[in-house]
């Protein structure tokens, strides 16, 4: 069964961080890019991060670059998102999908992501 699972998600103060995980079974993350995107309530899903599976690029929105990174773990069959430096337009569900190549192409359409979590909260609240 094919299946990406999302993990890491909770409520953090402005400033403060965490590490999302996106773990894969019924098959290889490393066959695909894997990206984030993330969504608040009433709007559209927002591309979040990018990471090649052919050298490891890694590829940020605009509002999140150098706050965020994003890393894989083929051991593990993981991706992980390390979110720093939190603010409260970060707050949202965060969903990992698979692209249709092991590239990541831009712009960048949830459209073209195949395989998705169910997703996970992230909250910044004071």
């Known amino acids: 069964q094919v299946q990406l699972v999302e993990s890491g998600g909770g409520l953090v103060q402005p400033g403060g961080s965490l590490r999302l995980s996106c773990a894969a079974s019924g098959f290889t993350l490393d066959d695909y890019a894997i990206g984030w995107f993330r969504q608040s309530p009433g709007k559209e899903r927002e591309w979040v991060s990018c990471i090649s599976s052919l050298d490891g690029s890694t590829y940020y929105g605009d509002s999140v670059a150098g706050r965020f990174t994003i890393s894989r773990d083929n051991a593990k069959n993981t991706v992980y998102l390390q979110l720093n430096d939190l603010k409260s337009e970060d707050t949202a569900v965060y969903y990992c999908?698979?692209?249709?190549?092991?590239?990541?192409?831009?712009?960048?359409?949830?459209?073209?992501?195949?395989?998705w979590g169910q997703g996970t909260q992230v909250t910044v609240s004071s």
């Open positions: 999908g698979t692209e249709r190549s092991r590239l990541c192409r831009f712009p960048a359409r949830a459209s073209e992501y195949d395989y």
